[in-house]
């Protein structure tokens, strides 16, 4: 009897019998090109499927130049923010057609060039880079291949990220309107812009009867700076405002670790409003970023470059809003004066 696995892979012509069209128009309909009816793209792809049909990858490159493959390189996959990014951005990509081969360059230099590279090799038709900071560390390797950057402020790429001195001034005035009149800040790296801003943003706020009781810098991390300890230890703030919600979940886990009840003692507000802020105790209030919107408009703005290599640059700014839940409250006591 015949080994299955040693049959002849099924072929467009056989699809384009089984839709009941054309090899024309059954190649359009899964490339998602030409005027095809979606009723006939639909057929077309239900044929696919029964037949288990798959394009020939290579074939498609060598034929049209393009692979149909995006690269995605992130900075950290163990940061939640990244995986609900990558998906999103594998979905808007498969609604258009591509793949996505996704690199994590584990907050390296070095990892992102060689992620780049191997993309590039990979036959990717474009770059979708989150990048570890403001280092163009990608200058010359990409040279020619489409890239869109998200979040991070580099010069000569079209660019994707949320509105970061509004979240900083939403985050600000939301602790005091709750009555906060000493608030800490425990902002991300200083190496990357957008966390120098929503940081410079949510202090400019803290004037007159509010007062700044103290800002640090920590890495985008569960794990806390020493300084960032210290100033917790301190006790002299009623509210802290973090740069990050996987920082947010390391001030809570080290404020427990003190003693200090959230939102009892201490209110937390984080910055990203990824997933695991709905699983925390209490659940974490956070300026939400549109991680969906702006993955989807990375692959947009992607394809478009790749279709028109000579436009202009784009840059897309994003509103955020802030998503209260049972991490913030108002004040139990007035702290001392540091």
Partial sequence: MPDPSLRARPTLKEVARLAGVSIASASYALHNRGSVGEATRQRVREAAETLGYRPNAIAQAMKTGKSGALGLIVPDLSNPLFPALAQTVVHAAREAGHRVLIADSQ???AAEIEAARDLAAFGADGLIWFPVNDTDSLAGVTAGLPTVVIDRDVPGYDQVQPDYRAGGLMGARLLTSLG????????????VQNSRVRADAAAMELQGEV??????????????????????????????????????LGVMQALRGLGLDVPGDVSVLGFDDIHWCELTTPTLSSVRIPIEEIGAEAVSLLLQRIAAPRDPRRRVSFDVRIVERGSVAAPAKVVVEA
């Fill in 180 to 191: 906060h009149r000493a608030i800490g800040i425990v902002a991300g790296p200083v190496d």
């Fill in 107 to 109: 907050g390296s230099h």
């Fill in 211 to 248: 007062r700044l009781a103290w800002r640090v810098v920590n890495p985008y991390a569960l794990d806390l700076e020493p300084e960032v300890i210290a100033a917790l230890e301190s006790r002299t703030a009623t509210a802290i405002l973090c740069g990050a919600d996987i920082i947010a």
